[in-house]
């Protein structure tokens, strides 16, 4: 039996198919693998190529952030003005409101304040419920001056009731926002 093995190994066809069978197995094992470790590491290194950024478009980046930080600081200095600091803001509003209400000739019969929560950190929310009676002209001027003062009233809800000729009551819902 191992003669007629020996036999048969010997013959060139068989010595042919051993030898493509070796070149298969290693095209498979070992230069297929190659060749996508090589496509995979060429392709991460254009990726990585891709991410690179010359020093002077880096130094430039650099100083249009720093121009863009300077503006927003410079911005949110005059936003921190438009947002007193919280010094007793229940006692501070109504009577900042009810000189308001007199540049304009309304006469405030009621105002309370309530603190809201809020989910801002630096800022704390009040409610503003108002009672007044004056001329249905100065009523909307006031409005439009609460709407856009800079002090930075949000005007939630106005009803306007008991109208006896120009004289009309209303009922005014605000929030405020106070820096703590």
Same mark, same amino acid.
């Given at each position: 039996m191992?003669s ?8 060139p066809?068989?010595k042919?198919?051993?030898?493509g069978?070796a070149?298969?197995?290693a095209?498979?094992h ?11 590491t060429?392709?991460e290194l254009?990726v990585?190529?891709g991410m690179?950024?010359s020093?002077?478009? !880096?130094? @430039?980046a650099?100083? &249009?952030?720093?121009?863009?930080? +300077?503006? =927003?600081? /410079?911005?949110?200095?005059? $936003? ?6 919280d ?11 009810r000189a308001?209400?007199k ?5 405030v ?15 704390? !929310?009040? @409610?503003?419920?108002? &009672?007044?009676?004056g001329?249905a +002209?100065? =009523?909307? /001027?006031?409005?439009?001056? $609460? ?14 009731y ?9 009922r005014m819902e605000?929030?405020k926002?106070?820096?703590?």
């Amino acid at each position: 039996m191992n003669s007629n093995l020996k036999e048969e190994l010997q013959k060139p066809i068989v010595k042919y198919g051993i030898a493509g069978a070796a070149v298969l197995l290693a095209l498979q094992h070992v230069i297929v693998p190659w060749f996508e470790w090589r496509n995979d590491t060429v392709d991460e290194l254009h990726v990585k190529s891709g991410m690179l950024v010359s020093p002077n478009e !880096l130094e @430039g980046a650099i100083e &249009e952030l720093t121009v863009k930080s +300077d503006e =927003l600081k /410079s911005e949110l200095a005059a $936003l921190k003005k438009r947002f007193p600091k919280d010094d007793n803001s229940n006692v501070k509003l109504p009577t900042e409101i009810r000189a308001l209400f007199k540049q304009f000739d309304v006469a405030v019969n009621r105002v309370s304040i309530t603190e809201l929560e809020t989910q801002l950190d630096r800022l704390n !929310l009040y @409610g503003i419920s108002i &009672e007044a009676n004056g001329s249905a +002209d100065r =009523l909307f /001027s006031l409005v439009s001056k $609460l709407e856009n003062d800079a002090s930075f009233f949000i005007v939630d809800r106005v009803t306007l009731y008991g109208r006896k000729g120009q004289k009309m009551k209303v009922r005014m819902e605000l929030q405020k926002y106070v820096q703590r």
